[in-house]
């Protein structure tokens, strides 16, 4: 690795000075499971490197039923799925944030540099668009928010601006009677990076036989994460049957734009976001229902 | 040219003072700075978990640490596994086990294993395996390894 200098802020002021102070010559540093490993192979570099763990707001979960779940930008996976407010009420976070990488990787990784890295197979972020998620940024010239289905341009590119920071993901509370899931196909049963991914979110009426909403997001498509409006859309409203599932599902993969790689082929990623957008709207309906 | 930093930091329960440049990661820290050569390199990217340490509380793979990150923390390493009186369970359960053939992986997995059997003194094989997923073995095929493991649990509570 080159030689950088290293800060340690302890406010959003003194980090977003710092990070100001370089422009895009400075990186952002959460857990360091992705950076340390570009910077290390040459694929990024940066002269300082900004150490967001000791900024109180970029390590917090709140949640509250009115204003819902903050995740800090710098947050590591194990304490999602270790925080009893995430795992009762956003069981579609834990299923990413408990297949990311290994327990070791979980310990260090957040779901906002996941999103600030923006790979196209970013397991948090299908779940997160799902979810309705928005993204806190602040910079030199203050703060905005960018619904997450909004974050990423294209493969390892997003909306921040040298000198922003992400500071915080905000997930609304849960609609009564709503569920969400994440699924991956990845050829190992752990540690590697999806082949696909969808993720989907419903709300259900009282009866819990029919949709009130859907959103759908998709993984390793795509240049970016995919929000698959129309798919989500086309079952508001529709009593919940294998014939609006499956119409969904088509929906999904018409909007599956991927490339054939090392990882799986064109087709074979279409195929999958059919299967993997099935799955996860019949999960999240148990969920929504209680059943599980 | 960044010059050298200072970092204070507990290491095995000892308090441990070292210099190191900001690039460098906890894992060059503690084998070339720190002579502590128990922990390993494998990848150096963060796949194989050979580098595994305990990183206030939870196992971390060291590689992906910069050693700067370690003011103030606790670390455990695999040189604070075993006592003066002996090998910790989980290193005797490697041995008797046969566990280990190059033994390149060995201390992550040890480090690893206890972090788990300390939180879950009955986790059953697919826990173990899901939990060591993050930790590779070109030798063994990892059934040895699982078997050890849950040879551990038993004489952990003996």
Known sequence: M???????????DEAVQAMASKGDRARALAGGTDLLVQLRGGRRSADLVVDLKEVPELNEISYSPGSGLTIGAATPCYRLYA??????????LVDSASLIGSIQIQGRASFGGNLCNSAPSADAIPPMIALGAVANIIGPSGSRQVPVEDFCTGPGRNVLEPGELLVSINIPAPAANSGANYLRFIPRN???????????????????????????ALASVAPTPVFCKAAGDSLAGKAVSDEAIEEAARLAMEDAKPITDMRGTIRQRIHLVGVLTRRTLNNAIKRARGEE | ???????????????????????????????DVLGMTGTKEGCNDGNCGACTVVFDGRIVTSCLVLGVEAQDKEITTIEGVATPEGLHPVQQAFLENAALQCGICTPGFIVATKALLDREPDADEGRIRHWLAGNLCRC????????????AEDKMKA
């Open chain 2, 1 to 31: 040219m960044p010059g050298l930093v200072h970092v204070s930091t507990t290491i095995n329960g000892n308090p441990t003072d070292f210099l190191c440049e900001p690039r460098q990661s906890l894992l060059e820290v503690l084998r």
């Open chain 2, 140 to 151: 063994t095929g990892y059934d040895k390894i699982v078997r050890a493991v849950l040879d």
């Open chain 1, 83 to 92: 925080n009893a407010d995430v795992a009762a009420n956003y069981p579609g």
């Open chain 1, 190 to 216: 752990e540690m590697d990076i999806a082949v696909a991914g969808v993720g989907s979110a419903v709300v259900l009426d009282a009866s819990g036989q029919n949709f009130v909403s859907a959103r759908i």
């Open chain 1, 2 to 12: 080159e030689a950088i200098e290293f800060t340690t802020p302890k406010t959003i």
